[in-house]
């Protein structure tokens, strides 16, 4: 994970400082709980989180469309009578 743009802040220090300490940090970036300097949790704040859970919405949504268009360009819709000629069938 890329911590680039987060403050990174020790899970002792968080501790001492209490969770209004990294909420009020959160507002300001996104904070990175570290434990061993390894990451262990994140807090952001609800705008940036609310960025993230619209961007991953709208990326979804982007996927699928393309994915639809795609798959109609390659398939071909017939009518029932077109299926059956093909398949031998009346």
């Known amino acids: 994970m890329s911590t680039e743009g ?3 802040v ?12 990294v909420t ?3 507002q300001e970036q996104p904070v990175v709980v570290t434990s061993h300097n390894k ?7 609800p705008e940036r989180y609310d960025d993230l859970v619209r961007t991953v919405r709208e990326t979804q949504d ?6 639809a268009a ?3 360009d390659r398939s071909a ?6 299926a059956r000629a093909k398949l031998g069938r009346r």
């Not at 990451?39 to 704040?45: A, C, E, R």
């Not at 982007?62 to 994915?67: D, F, I, P, T």
């Not at 819709?77 to 077109?82: A, G, K, V």
């Open 6 to 8: 987060f403050l990174r």
């Open 10 to 21: 020790p899970a002792t220090l968080a501790n001492r400082k209490g969770a209004a300490y």
């Open 24 to 26: 009020a940090k959160a």
């Open 39 to 45: 990451p262990v949790s994140v807090t952001l704040s």
């Open 62 to 67: 982007q996927v699928l469309a393309s994915a």
């Open 70 to 72: 795609l798959v109609s």
């Open 77 to 82: 819709f017939r009518t029932l009578e077109e």
